[in-house]
């Protein structure tokens, strides 16, 4: 979030502030401020959202929101899921026969009502966000295709989507496990999903966000949340999620490898302020899963160590891995994150940073 003192009394539109915000990073979710001034209640979302009027910087704007489940679907800077349906559904539902068996095994007698509540909310938010993620694929491979890229990519892309269904229907499982009910989702809205794939070097600066930053994230944090999970059924589902998200942060720094080639040197100095901006953001941002009431036993990670996490991955991880790609002098950029020495970068930084 981007926030900024009014022009002439009032916020601008998200449209007026737009040259203000160029140089900014691409991101995903929503903006959310704080309503404390008179007659607010709650929060206030938006693709743009204002803070209390006695705040002189209460012009909020969305900027980025770093890492989710899954790729997030992005349609005019706002991320899209479907709803969450309460009814028998083929997505509460999977064929892995072992996992099948190990969350029937599953005994919940012992969590509080509100915590299973609570549990069941936060795996079926998974679920969407898994969801919308086959479709993020979807428009990638099309964006790929437009963009000339090689089929290698086009091939990773058709298979991280599939991943994603996997995803899905895995979280909404478990989700439907905790709440009692099945949870399922319902049709995804895609009006102006497909209105604009996107330049080459917007294509870039948001899988930069998304893919390098975002989906290496997730692939350490599921990782770690695996080794924290008792549960037999959550902790498969967190290791196949993460072995699925190392995959696809491949993807993502493969892709920008090969962009920033083809795309020249002001694209190599954009990708390098986009990373320097988004590291930042995870470096020094609260992180707004904020899990402190969940038994950490169950798939999510505490705030606190959350934070931790983040940190080390960003110098650890993260950071190397950015300086490497945009380094100009060799054609290494990025290659620790290609085939199976990528898979082993991040899982080995997930067990060093858990420890």
Known sequence: MHCTAPVGGACPASSEAAPHLDDLP????????????EGAAGWIQGP???????????CCYLVGSISCEGRPLLVRGEARVAPL????????????????????????????????RELARRWAERGQNEHASVASFGRFALALMAQGAPPQLLEAAHRAALDEVRHARVALAIASAYAGEPVGVGPLPLHGALDDLGSLEALTLATVVEGCV?????????EVAAQAAEPPAVRM???AIARDEARHAELAWAFVRWAVTTGGARLRERVAAAFARALEQVGTGAPDLADRDLPPSHGFLAA????????????????????????????SAGREFSGARGNAVLRGGATYLST
């Open 26 to 37: 691409p991101g995903s979710g929503t903006c959310t401020c704080s309503a404390e001034g």
């Open 85 to 116: 349906s309460r009814a028998p559904s083929a997505w509460s539902q999977t064929d892995l026969r072992r996992f099948e068996r190990a969350l029937a095994d599953t005994d919940l007698s012992a969590l509080a009502p509100a915590a299973r």
């Open 48 to 58: 743009y959202a204002n803070r209390t009027a006695s705040d002189p910087a209460r």
């Open 304 to 331: 606190d160590e959350l934070r931790r996490l983040r940190r080390q991955a960003v110098a650890d991880v993260l950071r190397p891995a950015a300086a490497a790609l945009v380094d100009e002098r060799g054609s």
């Open 237 to 239: 589902a967190l290791q």
């Open 214 to 222: 975002g989906e290496t994230l997730s692939a350490i944090e599921a």
